[in-house]
């Protein structure tokens, strides 16, 4: 069975920092890019950051300098450091983990943890 739990949501004032953790199972893990994606109260959901298997990253214009993503492949485990939280930056985070299949890419997503920055 296939999981992807996320963690370490939380309220914090803005300025703070935070540490999202996506745990998985189920799938293999080392192959699949890994993603956090954010979804504010009445908007769509947006990209926020991705780590290769290669660990490569790429991230969102409105979170690069001021977020980390990182990947523990021995613990099947995606981080996200936020640092320099912003009221905008407020939202359900998910993970998500990509596989290629053998023409389509395969998305699995977590059911999402809240993050709400204080002015």
């Known amino acids: 069975q296939v999981r992807l739990v996320e963690s370490g949501g939380d309220r914090v004032q803005a300025g703070g920092s935070l540490r999202l953790s996506c745990t998985t199972s189920?799938?293999?893990?080392?192959?699949?890019?890994m993603g956090w994606y954010r979804q504010a109260p009445g908007k769509q959901r947006e990209f926020v950051a991705a780590v290769t298997s290669g660990e490569g990253t790429n991230y969102g214009d409105s979170v690069k300098g001021r977020f980390t993503i990182s990947r523990d492949n021995a613990k099947n485990t995606v981080y996200l450091q936020m640092d320099r939280l912003k009221p905008e930056d407020t939202g359900v985070y998910y993970c998500?983990?990509?596989?290629?299949?053998?023409?389509?890419?395969?998305?699995?997503w977590g059911r999402g943890t809240q993050v709400t920055v204080l002015a």
């Open positions: 189920g799938i293999n893990f080392s192959l699949n890019v």
């Open positions: 998500a983990a990509d596989e290629a299949e053998s023409d389509y890419v395969k998305r699995r």
